[in-house]
């Protein structure tokens, strides 16, 4: 019978089943990203009160492990008397709103002019990256301060800013893919056959960058949150009465002394949600991305 010292030995050897299963399968990002889904499609059914709902006599009302808490709010309630886990489950809807809308318009302008840019070359490409250029070097969040002020707190305004903030991270991304692509040899027998750039453009080059798209969506759905809440912080963002977790933050920066949990839980929301999109896209990144692929 083989001695415990040899079994541990042995033991140490094998591959770490946990390890591997994590490296092949993101796990914990998937069930996070899972459950905020998940409350936001079910939020009427999992939200114990309306979120908007004001009751003065429970301002500040404490979580439901203080001792003096009467259980009401399993997360506390804000200066207001709102739930915080209500205001929280509704707050993903618009995360999840906005940023769908933004990524989706990025992927269709930017995915468009970086390929158009890519394949055609010269001027064309050239003007498209200057485009790029300048986007890079505005200020969205200046200009999202400056877009309240002449047209009020609106969402559609702060749906316009976010989605033309993303698109040139796709364009110059798209366009460099597309150069390595326009080479190979089955665009050039697709041009000897007589296909036309859109068809080539269409059948033959986009294939070859969707999974560039979707790994650069995946990352920047992470960075559309987040600057959705810094607007909603500074009041740029989503109009009250309207849960947004970015707002939720700023109306308890005035309480963290006396009641922390007003802000402490929504930027808990956006930190869980933002890092598991990282980890969910730097996951993407090395399985579909052949290099990488052939590196592990």
Wanted: glycine share 8%.
């Amino acid at each position: 019978m083989a001695s415990p010292s040899l079994i541990i030995e042995e033991l140490q050897k094998q591959p770490n089943w946990f390890a591997r299963k994590m490296r092949d399968l993101p796990v914990v990002p998937i069930a996070i990203l899972s459950i905020i889904l998940f409350a936001a499609i079910f939020a009427p059914l999992i939200s114990p009160h309306d979120p908007e709902f004001m009751t003065l006599a429970d301002r500040n009302a404490k979580p439901f492990w203080y001792d003096n808490s009467t259980g009401k709010f399993p997360l506390g309630a804000d200066a207001l008397g709102r739930d915080i886990l209500s205001r929280i489950i509704y707050g993903t809807r618009i995360s999840l709103l906005v940023s769908f809308v933004a990524i989706v318009t990025g992927v269709v302008i930017g995915g468009t002019l970086g390929m158009i840019a890519g394949y055609l070359g010269s001027h064309i490409d050239e003007f498209i990256m200057r485009l790029c250029d300048i986007s890079l070097a505005i200020p969205y969040i200046l200009i999202a301060l400056v877009a309240v002020i002449i047209f009020g707190q609106s969402i559609p305004v702060l749906l316009a800013i976010l989605a033309f903030s993303t698109w040139s991270a796709f364009a110059r991304q798209i366009r460099g893919e597309t150069l390595v692509l326009k080479e190979l040899d089955y665009v050039a027998l697709a041009k000897v056959a007589g296909a036309s750039q859109f068809r080539i453009l269409v059948r033959h080059i986009f294939p070859g960058v969707v999974n560039t798209i979707i790994v650069i969506a995946t990352l920047r759905v992470g960075a559309v949150i987040m600057f959705e809440a810094i607007l909603s912080y500074l009041g740029a963002g989503i109009p009250p009465p309207t849960p947004s977790w970015g707002s939720m933050v700023s109306d308890g920066r005035d309480y963290l002394p006396t009641a922390w949990w007003i802000a402490f839980f929504p930027g808990l929301a956006i930190f869980l949600t933002v890092t598991a999109l990282n980890f969910l896209g730097d996951w993407l990144r090395d399985k579909l991305d052949p290099r990488l692929r052939q590196s592990v």
